[in-house]
């Protein structure tokens, strides 16, 4: 009922609460169905965690090991009361490690969105166009600190502001396939020679990649990563698709009713067009959504705003990679994510396309008759609404300190904002560690609970089997050896607990972040929670041997007639 109604109810209404509610109960009797079942195989991890103390060893040399048979008895007799204690165990430890893993799962998720999203160990961001970053001014100081002998900066690179935020000639911009089919509008950016060599290269997951330029330049000599941006300006207007290998005549105009099409200097001709293209990256989005391949052409539209003409800006465009992951830009291999996906070219396309535009905004505006002084000049240079820098790997919080505020000094404008992702990263981990020392809290708490779970369990065992041990103990064993009998069962019993808790935590975990990894794309990353493993682990076997060895005492202290005349 819940998963057919409730759940698609949640979706359709937006009730992201209950949504969440309904995963969080889902999930907690996902771990209470699975530590039921790890009760059927609870027997056979105590005889493999009795043999890994026992059995291996030569009875010559342990002279314990005579006492297995014993203690498999004792198992076998006891079992109803100790899958009791077993199943709590069980389900106190999958919680506790389920929590635990699963909290530093999600972390390590949100410190891969950051730096995905901020893209280097620095980066400095405009928010308004009206205070643009001042490229010359920060080139120069960047530059003058990579002079110096000892510097720490390896590379940096600028990015624009979308194609049509700060010129207010252009709309909107879009893309399809050359017969226009389901034209989908996209996010225009002029990026940087250097920007692959600046950005946090393990988040850059490209699809395909146009087999004509290779061998590319590759991102830490990895061939599986090439560096598409280099080929966007080292050859610049040199990709030949498939379809132009060979004879390729440029179609003529289109006409209609016979007439003879009209030409006008306010837009480009077809020639022009199929002879002056754009090299782009776009996402792998696109290939699902608008049947777009590296190996087809693509129509670039560029619908201008303010003129009478609603014609837009023809563009031919061919696609130098598909991308599913680029750090900086939000890409995704799905093609619901295709609308308003990033589109990224040189700036010498980027400065072109504005160039163009203004070009057909001032002939339309003239063309109305608008005195000159009256037709608005919007900026027909790139601007620059991002800068990211890379720094060596041994760079200190100091030194991306002294980087930071010598940007400062050339930043004017209030909503400028510059990051360092690695003091974000710091400042996430210390969060984190306070919380993970909660979760060793919790499981220290949820030991003592068992603890006493435990002594009870192996205070019954005790009374029930005191006429067994009496006449043990009359026959020669010695009161040491009797108590060792519990200690082991119980150590057997936890053990084969604990290890079927803790497994079943990390699967669960495992398992919800690989599921939301399927939709982040981004790279998983399992961090394994040893310190509050180890402290699980070790709680265990503390309350596995006190709670044992409490009751099993008693034994030690009564005399052989006391305890046979108990035990009947």
């Keep these: 009922f819940v998963v057919y109604y409730v759940l698609p109810y949640s979706i359709v209404f937006t009730n992201l609460s209950l949504f969440l509610n309904i995963l969080n109960y889902i999930l907690l009797g996902l771990i209470t169905g699975c530590a039921f079942l790890a009760t059927l195989l609870q027997p056979s991890f105590e005889k493999v965690f009795l043999w890994l103390f026992l059995g291996w060893v030569p ?18 007799s006891h079992r109803d009361r100790n899958r009791k204690t077993a199943l709590m165990f069980t389900l106190v430890l999958a919680y506790v490690i389920f929590a635990g893993a699963m909290f530093r799962l999600q972390t390590n998720s949100l410190q891969q969105d950051i730096k995905y999203t901020t893209g280097a160990v620095i980066s400095a961001v405009s928010i308004s166009s009206q205070h643009a970053l001042e490229r010359n001014q920060l080139e120069n100081f960047i530059n003058q600190q990579m002079q110096k002998e000892q ?8 990015i624009t502001y ?44 490209p699809a395909e990649i146009d087999s004509n330029f290779y061998p590319y330049k590759y991102i830490k000599n990895d061939t599986t990563k090439p560096d598409v941006c280099d080929s966007l300006y080292r050859d610049a207007g040199q990709a030949k698709l498939p379809i132009e290998k060979y004879k390729f005549n440029i179609p003529n105009n289109i006409i209609s009713n016979s007439k003879p099409p009209v030409e006008s200097d306010q837009f480009r001709s077809t020639e022009d067009v199929y002879s002056n293209y754009i090299d782009v990256i776009i996402s792998e989005s696109m290939r699902s959504a608008t049947y777009l391949e590296v190996t087809k052409p693509i129509e670039f539209l560029v619908q201008l705003k303010n003129i009478a003409s609603l014609r837009p800006s023809i563009w031919l465009a061919k696609a130098r990679a598909m991308v599913i992951k680029l750090p900086g830009f939000f890409y995704s291999s799905y093609s619901a994510t295709a609308y308003k996906s990033p589109l990224l070219m040189s700036y010498d396309n980027f400065a072109q396309i504005l160039n163009e535009s203004h070009r057909i905004y001032e002939l339309d505006q003239k063309s109305h008759q608008i005195p000159d002084d009256q037709i608005k ?13 890379r720094l060596n790997n041994n760079a200190t919080s100091d030194d991306r300190i002294d980087i930071i505020n010598g940007l400062r000094n050339y930043i004017t404008g209030d909503q400028t904002y510059i990051f360092d992702t690695e003091d974000l990263m710091t400042t996430t981990d210390i969060a984190v560690n306070l919380l993970l020392l909660l979760f060793n809290i919790v499981a220290l708490v949820a030991s003592i609970l068992c603890f006493f779970s435990l002594w009870m369990s192996f205070n019954a065992n005790v009374n029930e089997n005191a006429r067994e ?13 009797v108590i060792r009998v519990f200690i082991y069962e119980a150590l057997s019993v936890v053990f084969a607990a604990a290890i079927q808790g803790i497994a079943i935590g990390i699967f669960i975990s495992i398992t919800l972040t690989l599921q939301s990894s399927l939709f982040t794309e981004m790279p998983f990353n399992f961090t394994f929670p040893w310190t509050l493993f180890a402290t699980v682990l070790s709680a265990s076997i503390l309350t596995a041997f006190l709670g044992s060895y409490f009751p099993a005492s008693k034994l030690r202290d009564k005399q052989i007639a006391q305890a046979l005349r108990a035990g009947g």
């Design 59 to 76: 009875a010559r040399w342990f002279s314990d090991k005579n006492l297995l048979i014993l203690i498999k008895k004792n198992l076998s």
């Design 162 to 205: 979308s194609l049509g935020t700060y010129n207010r000639e252009i709309r909107y911009c879009y893309v399809s396939n050359l017969g226009s089919y389901f034209p989908k509008r996209v996010i225009v950016y002029g990026i940087d020679r250097s920007y692959f060599d600046t950005f946090y290269d393990e988040y850059y997951r």
């Design 151 to 158: 510097t720490n900066i390896k590379s940096y690179a600028f």
């Design 377 to 389: 000049n919007y900026p027909i240079e790139p601007m620059n609404q991002r800068l990211l820098i």
């Design 469 to 481: 041990f009496a006449v043990l103990r009359a026959i020669g064993v010695n009161s040491g050896q």
